[in-house]
């Protein structure tokens, strides 16, 4: 089954303790990207990849790291969470270029940051 | 589930009427549109989408008008049923090289039985 798939689901952590948030798609897509969702705001993007080792900023990317070794996995970092990153994130990935092609999420990883 | 947003503008229709379900963009230079559907506890999902050299586009079920005078998107759900309930989003992209898209805040439908 095609899916993009991220983990964990739910994390509850304390501020400045690091965490990775792992993303992960079968569809052997070139594009993800990550957002954070916040409440009126809508999606927001932090971060996308074009490719393995080709990473750019999108809107919203301070206080987080992204890494794109393999084409598979796209990993969210956050080197110091503080609670203005309490959010809900999404990963999503897309064969071509956001700009022309469908864009497939994932579930959702709800980050509490206290 | 996830909540995906508390003061989200809502509609609510009865189930077998037709729902419209609007959205004003901000970019004049935005050339695709993405409708996508978000149900809780998931991820968005891609529902139709439309270029700026279209004016309409049908789906199943959905169409998908784009007013550029105006900037003005809506998505018209024929025969809505329950299991269309769910958070609705536009997106803009700037040009087909453009790597963000610009989502609006959603808009929730209920559909009444």
């Known amino acids: 089954e095609a899916q993009v798939t991220q983990n964990p689901r739910y994390l509850i952590t304390v501020t400045g303790k690091k965490l990775t948030v792992t993303c992960s798609q079968n569809m052997n897509h070139e594009y993800m990207s990550w957002y954070r969702q916040d409440p009126g705001l809508g999606l927001r993007q932090i971060y996308y990849?074009?490719?393995?080792?080709?990473?750019d900023k999108g809107d919203v990317p301070e206080g987080y790291k992204v890494s794109r070794k393999e084409k598979r996995n796209f990993p969210l970092i956050l080197e110091s969470p503080s609670p203005n990153q309490t959010s809900l994130y999404f990963c999503a990935s897309s064969l071509l270029r956001a700009g022309t092609d469908t864009q497939y999420f994932g579930p959702g990883t709800r980050l509490t940051v206290l | 589930g996830e909540s995906v947003g508390l003061h989200l503008p809502t509609l609510s229709v009865q189930e077998g009427d037709n729902s419209i379900i609007n959205c004003a963009y901000s970019?004049?230079?935005?050339?695709?549109f993405i409708w996508y559907k978000q149900e809780s506890g998931k991820g968005p999902q891609f529902i139709i989408d439309?270029?700026?050299?279209?004016d309409k586009r049908q789906g199943q079920r959905v169409t998908v008008l784009l007013n550029k005078t105006v900037k003005h998107l809506s998505l018209q759900i024929a025969a809505t049923q329950p299991g269309d309930s769910a958070v609705y989003f536009c997106a803009e992209n700037e040009d087909n090289y453009g790597q963000n898209f610009v989502f609006g805040p959603g808009t929730r439908l209920s559909v009444l039985p």
């Open positions: 439309i270029r700026s050299n279209m």
């Open positions: 990849s074009m490719n393995v080792e080709v990473t």
């Open positions: 970019n004049s230079a935005s050339d695709y």
